[in-house]
């Protein structure tokens, strides 16, 4: 980490300069999700593909839940050229960051409907490159920032996340319909694609160009491969499984966004099935969306601040799993874009809320030692619901149809509020809390 300046003028340009460097570094992190899952599904059901495989192609997301294999790798493994001139973290980010472009240039090649398979292992690969970035910007951000700013830095990349988001999910959507205007819709999205992998191209070079270079400490030299494994891999888990109530732990952060996930896979198709057109799905659901999931995540750091972490989860979990009921509402009212107002909000408040809460606890759950390779543990379990757990959601919706679909989706909700009902019994939310104010 490099040393902090002295004067006060001085630490507010640090401070400012980092922050905004984890911002940007949180846009490049979010921009590629939705291009392999919601914009994906976009394309895919305006391409004429069943819902069913469009269910089917959530598992593209895969790499994101297994990330945590390859995450001792970014922590142990130097990059010797690039890490000379970048560092070690931004190295890695780098490497990513073109495995991105590539994985977005091979996506706009593909045809869905002629050549599935050829989508789906660019999806995939796309995935796989993202979720690399994802590691190594998350190592980034906790080894550029003092301790004391870590929470600072935590909402600027959520806010960067989210506004990466915003570009993939609503822009998207306006770049193929404003294309659609001269060229086939197939080629619309193409050029849409080409246009994401430009725009992480630009990312890349901000990052070989202005970003902050993190010093980490040396790694000790002549480690044989054993000791390697042994810090790297082995140490981190270890750790890990001696929490109380580890196993639990693990299964409640794979569940409790479970609700959401699976609601989440269709939502594009949902709208587009219901007779909304792609800028209306931007402006609403993507666009004004946004702005509701941001209102959601302040108010969720405000009420974790007056109600405590534990509560604070039992309330989102029930807000999350009640507004996926919504959805069902909408399905009946039918193409209302005031209706379609209602629901994005009471969703995306509700959603914004819940990730508020559930970030602040996996960063409790985490042991500073093995930072990189435990949150990427935690977070690709969490993903677990978005992708394997979700790949039946195209099947369910076309048997049961839309309302009861989401009514499902609603119930998917209770084994997380079970589950976290036993952690708050036993004392463990409260326990984590407890320790991290002590240190």
């Known amino acids: 980490m490099p040393a902090p300046p002295k004067t006060d003028t001085a630490w507010a340009t640090y401070l400012d300069r980092h922050i905004a460097a984890v911002a940007v570094m949180g846009f490049a992190s979010g921009l590629p999700l939705f291009l392999s899952s919601s914009t994906l599904a976009a394309r895919l059901a305006d391409a004429g593909v069943d819902l069913t495989t469009i269910g089917l192609f959530a598992a593209v997301g895969v790499p994101y839940t297994l990330k945590f294999l390859w995450a001792p790798i970014i922590d142990g493994w130097r990059l010797p050229l690039l890490e000379r001139r970048l560092g070690h973290r931004r190295a890695w980010i780098l490497v990513a960051q073109l495995g991105v472009v590539a994985s977005l240039i091979a996506l706009a090649a593909t045809d869905p409907v002629r050549a599935p398979w050829w989508t789906a292992l660019a999806a995939f690969a796309l995935s796989a490159c993202s979720a690399t970035q ?41 770049l193929a319909a404003t294309f659609e205007a001269t060229l086939p819709t197939p080629a619309a999205w193409s050029r849409t694609y080409v246009a ?70 269709l939502q594009n198709p949902f709208l587009l099935d219901l007779g909304f057109d792609k800028p209306q799905i931007a402006s609403i659901a993507k666009t004004y969306g946004l702005v509701a999931s941001l209102a959601g995540a302040f108010l969720g750091g405000a009420v974790v601040r ?8 039992a309330a989102a979990s029930v807000a999350m799993l009640l507004s996926n009921l919504v959805f069902a509402w909408q ?23 819940g990730t508020a809460a559930f970030v602040a606890y996996m960063a409790l759950l985490c042991d500073r030692r093995y930072t990189a390779t435990q949150y990427a543990l935690l977070t690709s379990a969490s993903s677990l619901a978005r992708t394997v757990l ?7 919706a076309a048997t049961l149809g839309w309302p009861a679909f989401f009514g499902f989706t609603a119930a998917a909700g209770l084994p997380a509020l079970a589950l976290l009902a036993v952690l708050l019994r036993a004392g463990a939310v409260r326990e984590l809390t407890e320790r991290r104010s002590e240190a």
């Open 134 to 174: 994802d590691i190594a910007i998350d190592a980034y951000r906790v080894e550029l920032v003092e301790p004391d700013r870590q929470a600072a830095a935590a909402a600027a990349a959520v806010f960067g996340y989210r506004m990466a988001m915003l570009a993939s999910g609503a822009g998207a959507l306006v």
């Open 196 to 265: 994401m992998a430009a725009l992480m191209a630009a990312l890349a070079a901000w990052n070989v160009g202005l970003a902050p270079k993190v010093v980490a400490s040396a790694q000790p030299a002549h480690r044989s491969v054993a000791q390697v494994m042994l810090t790297y891999v082995v140490d981190p888990f270890v750790a890990f499984a001696r929490r109380r109530f580890w196993a639990t732990t693990l299964v409640f952060v794979v569940c409790f966004k479970l609700a959401d996930a699976l609601a989440a896979t």
């Open 306 to 313: 007056r109600i405590g972490l534990g509560s604070s989860l």
């Open 331 to 353: 399905a009946s009212v039918g193409a209302d874009p005031a209706a379609l107002a209602i629901t994005i909000t009471v969703e995306n408040v509700t959603g914004g809320f």
């Open 390 to 396: 979700s790949t039946s959601a195209g099947e369910l």
